[in-house]
């Protein structure tokens, strides 16, 4: 069993920055995947940046070359560093950790924390 916290979000002005961090409990924590997802009000929820076990990282288009996804596996946490954040990156951030092997998988979700950029 893995628990996921989600911390950092808050009230930004627009161009300003925010580091998000996930802090996961549990055991084997470095062979998640990690990522982090949005969802603004009426809308599905969205990828925004995984990283995987190796330290690979994949980003949406909508946040390539502002965000920037890490990991440290002796903290058991994956940060989401944020930088010239637009109105539109108002959302609630997810923490999500997946592992898909060849006889179990398994995903957890964090509760969320709010991010709302405005001026």
């Known amino acids: 069993q893995v628990q996921l916290v989600e911390s950092g979000g808050g009230l930004v002005q627009p161009g300003g920055s925010l580091r998000l961090s996930c802090a996961a409990s549990?055991?084997?924590?470095?062979?998640?995947?990690m990522g982090w997802y949005r969802q603004a009000p009426g809308k599905q929820r969205e990828m925004v940046a995984v990283?995987?076990?190796?330290?690979?990282?994949n980003y949406a288009d909508f946040v390539k070359g502002r965000f920037t996804i890490s990991r440290d596996n002796a903290k058991n946490t994956v940060y989401l560093q944020m930088n010239s954040l637009k109105p539109e990156d108002t959302a609630v951030y997810y923490c999500?950790?997946?592992?898909?092997?060849?006889?179990?998988?398994?995903?957890?979700w964090g509760q969320g924390t709010q991010v709302t950029v405005s001026s």
């Open positions: 549990g055991s084997g924590f470095s062979i998640y995947a």
């Open positions: 990283i995987t076990s190796s330290g690979s990282t």
């Open positions: 999500n950790a997946y592992y898909s092997g060849s006889s179990w998988s398994r995903d957890y």
